[in-house]
């Protein structure tokens, strides 16, 4: 449990940061975003979860990252 909650804190952090650094072009990538048929948005998020899977199996099931 301490992993997850590790875990949602550091994609927040990293969530967090373009806003901090750059808010004006977020705000435009956002309006740009928004623009987009939702179909295609639905075909970028669906590809973005399987590519976290599959990394996540990756480095449960493989000793690629071991140190």
């Known amino acids: 449990m301490k ?4 875990l ?3 994609i927040l952090v990293l969530e967090g940061i373009p806003y901090v650094a750059a808010p ?3 705000q435009d990538w ?3 975003v928004s623009e ?6 639905r075909v970028v998020g669906l590809i973005a979860m399987f590519t976290g899977v599959a990394i996540c199996f990756v480095v449960q099931r493989t000793s690629l ?3």
């Open 8 to 10: 949602i804190g550091l």
């Open 24 to 26: 004006e072009t977020m």
């Open 65 to 67: 990252l071991q140190f």
């Open 30 to 32: 956002l309006r740009r």
């Open 36 to 41: 987009v048929n939702p179909n295609q948005l």
């Open 3 to 6: 992993i997850l909650i590790l």
